[in-house]
């Protein structure tokens, strides 16, 4: 079974602070994805990872950066958390091959509220 | 531009009637397209996805879509629901083969299935 772990499943911040995600996959899938999920807008990207140091933005990548060192390990940072950050944080990871599309693989997601 | 649509917010079925969840997309070329399902407080979990071939395409937990290509519609449907397929679910559809695999997700659609 493939298993995607995230760092926390709670966290609580305050307005400013640096907060780190972290995500770890134990299928060596080249993809992994950051996403936050809000209620009533679906699934946006954060930012995306096809390699190790390799990352792309995705539709909302603002107030964002991510570390992917280890092609098992994605980290999302918020450099300076903000109140408009609260949310739920989906990290996921698949596949990846030339013009194939698999299914992505999620972790349980951390619910982040900043104050 | 590239959308999915979910046009129903929630789903109200009687346990043992048939289901449809619905979703239309928007998306130039041959997408791909998927089902994703998100019960309460875990992650998602893939349901089903379509590629080529056979417009109905069979899942996990009894699921089934219907590909329809003329009305770019995949709607999820299962013949008997149960209690236990509450739960929110959400359609997700392939950009473009130049965009590293990404996806476009719907807003979900909350499932409610009554005893």
């Known amino acids: 079974d493939v298993k995607v772990t995230q760092s926390s499943r709670y966290l609580v911040k305050r307005t400013g602070e640096k907060v780190f995600l972290e995500c770890v996959q134990d299928?060596?899938?080249?993809?992994m994805f950051w996403y936050r999920q809000d209620p009533g807008l679906g699934l946006r990207l954060i930012y995306f990872s096809y390699d190790v140091k390799m990352k792309e933005k995705g539709d909302i990548p603002e107030g964002y950066s991510v570390s992917r060192e280890k092609k098992e390990r994605f980290s999302l940072i918020l450099e300076s958390a903000s109140t408009n950050q609260t949310s739920m944080y989906l990290c996921?990871?698949?596949?990846?091959?030339?013009?194939?599309?698999?299914?992505?693989?999620f972790g349980p997601g951390t619910r982040l509220t900043v104050t | 531009a590239q959308s999915v649509a979910q046009p129903e917010d929630q789903v109200n079925v009687a346990e043992g009637n048939p289901l449809t969840v619905k979703c239309t997309y928007s998306?130039?070329?041959?997408?791909?397209l998927f089902w994703y399902v998100q019960y309460p407080n875990r992650g998602l979990q893939f349901l089903l996805k379509y590629i080529t071939g056979d417009n109905l395409v069979k899942g996990s937990y009894g699921f089934e879509a219907e590909f329809n290509k003329s009305q770019t519609s995949f709607h999820l449907k299962k013949p008997s629901a149960l209690v236990s397929d509450s739960a929110l679910y959400f359609c997700?559809?392939?950009?473009?083969?130049?965009?590293?695999?990404?996806?476009?997700w719907g807003a979900g659609t909350k499932l409610i299935i009554k005893p």
């Open positions: 998306v130039s070329g041959n997408p791909y």
């Open positions: 299928m060596d899938h080249e993809n």
């Open positions: 997700a559809v392939s950009r473009r083969a130049d965009s590293n695999y990404q996806l476009i």
């Open positions: 996921a990871s698949s596949f990846r091959s030339s013009g194939l599309f698999y299914e992505q693989y």
